[in-house]
T-cell receptor, first 111, second 116 residues
């Protein structure tokens, strides 16, 4: 029931792009994306709602395919500050504030 | 004030101790959460409070007891914990518009708990 993310880990050079995928076995109402740096709390990046509404964040964007129950996070022109572990979080209904976090993707950006 | 604060930052306790974790936010958010996070794993939802009432209990053992005294404050009371309960405990809040689950969650820095 936990969303599965791919890849598990990725190393980028500054300026390169990356895509992180999140796949769920259940119908999704919304998808959240968070970044967590080592020893810190998760930080909200983006939310995508069923029906296409989206909130953006700088050079980071995302897509949400409701039929395939998948979401992808796009990081363009990566910066050193993008390093961290990215989690998607999925909600299956609009009734409660329940978000299930995905398996995580560790991203390292090197000079 | 746009942050969630948690105290203490670190806690070491024995299996017979009683302790409490505290979480506070002053953003006017009406939903508050407790998560447990093991090393290199995603946060796992434990409890959700919505408008100061317990909305979700993810089948958490009774040795964890949440409390929401008011809309700004969330406590987690700990009693007779096991070593496997050692983890980072994260508190979060969200605006909590009634009936909608899309609100982004703001996380506190967490309390790192060690049970001996």
């Amino acid at each position: 029931q936990q969303p599965v993310q791919s890849p598990q880990a990725v190393i980028l050079r500054e300026g390169e792009d990356a895509v992180i995928n999140c796949s769920s076995s259940k119908a999704l109402y919304s998808v959240h994306w968070y970044r967590q740096k080592h020893g810190e709390a998760p930080v909200f990046l983006m939310i995508l709602l069923k029906g296409g509404e989206q909130k953006g964040h700088d050079k980071i964007s995302a897509s949400f395919n409701e039929k395939k129950q998948q979401s992808s996070l796009y990081l363009t022109a990566s910066q050193l500050s993008y390093s961290g572990t990215y989690f998607c979080g999925t909600a299956n209904s609009g009734g409660y504030q329940k978000v299930t976090f995905g398996t995580g993707t560790k991203l390292q950006v090197i000079p | 004030d746009t942050e969630v604060t948690q105290t203490p930052k670190h806690l070491v306790m024995g299996m017979t101790n009683k302790k409490s974790l505290k979480c506070e936010q002053h953003m006017g958010h009406r939903a508050m959460y407790w998560y447990k996070q093991k090393a290199k794993k995603p946060p796992e939802l434990m409890f959700v409070y919505s408008y100061e009432k317990l909305s979700i209990n993810e089948s958490v053992p009774s040795r964890f007891s949440p409390e929401c005294p008011n809309s700004s404050l969330l406590n987690l009371h700990l009693h007779a914990l096991q070593p496997e309960d050692s983890a980072l405990y994260l508190c979060a809040s969200s605006p909590g518009a009634s009936g909608v689950s899309y609100n982004e969650q703001f996380f506190g820095p967490g309390t790192r708990l060690t049970v001996l």
